[in-house]
């Protein structure tokens, strides 16, 4: 198996200053490089995700782990928006969200997204979660080249 030369490219997409801090620092926890950049709303994703503004020089993800409930643009927009841009569509996108609401799941899955996890509460359950990700998305699947 080759080895991979560059980091990982995340991008989360989450407005809870919390949940930005458990999500680093299960990344932290993790064994693979990766770099993860943050948008703190669903507008500042998609110029993060186009390359506009502030974000002229972002990379492009390797994946994207998104909440629903976002100021300015809404997870499921950001979703709808990015599964129809064909230089984007093709990046996976795990959303990553309190809501269990089968309406929302349904919905992700309806704009295509890859995968739905619920936030857990406890930290150690959040932390196991995260690595679950690390394990399967960046580890098991094979991801398109950037």
Sequence with gaps: ??????????????????????????????KLAHRLSVAGDGEEAMDYLRQRGKHVDAPRPDLILLDLNLPKKDGREVLAELKEDTSLRHIPVIVLTTSEAELDVWNAYKLHANCYLTKPIQMNDFFKKIRLVEDFWLTVVRLPAR
């Design 1 to 30: 198996m080759l080895e991979r030369i560059k980091p990982f490219e995340i991008l989360l997409v989450e407005d809870n200053p919390g949940d930005v801090m458990l999500t680093q620092e299960a990344f932290l926890e993790g």
